[in-house]
């Protein structure tokens, strides 16, 4: 069963900039699919970002495009979340997640059958 540990999060002010990252206990596969999401208190959770497959194209909610970044190592066994100009709306726990979704359903958490444990983002004003 592949294992996912989250690591990164932390406390930051409005404007400044965070670096997730999630390694992942097996070599990674061109065919899954890694993502991260999100979840705020008292919502539900989100989707932030993800990389498809082996053709590895990135997808972003609107609310994060053109401030975070995903990317993956292979060799490392690692994916980040490069997160800038974070503002008080993205406070939550971020998840990595792994699974192999069709395109369609990228989306949806419930298109993942591996997560981690979360790392806590606190976004200050």
């Known amino acids: 069963q592949v294992q996912l540990v989250e690591s990164g999060g932390g406390l930051v002010q409005a404007g400044g900039s965070l670096r997730l990252s999630c390694v992942v206990d097996?070599?990674?596969?061109?065919?899954?699919?890694m993502a991260w999401f999100r979840q705020a208190p008292g919502k539900e959770r989100e989707f932030v970002a993800a990389?498809?497959?082996?053709?590895?194209?990135?997808y972003y909610s609107a609310s994060v495009k053109g401030r975070f970044t995903i990317a993956r190592d292979n060799a490392r066994n690692t994916l980040t979340l490069q997160m800038n100009s974070l503002g008080p709306d993205d406070t939550a726990v971020y998840y990595c997640?792994?699974?192999?979704?069709?395109?369609?359903?990228?989306?949806?958490?419930?298109?993942?059958?591996?997560w981690g444990q979360g790392t806590q983002v606190t976004v200050t004003s």
């Open positions: 990389l498809f497959r082996s053709n590895s194209n990135t």
């Open positions: 097996e070599r990674l596969s061109s065919g899954i699919t």
């Open positions: 997640a792994a699974g192999r979704p069709i395109l369609s359903s990228i989306t949806r958490e419930d298109a993942y059958a591996r």
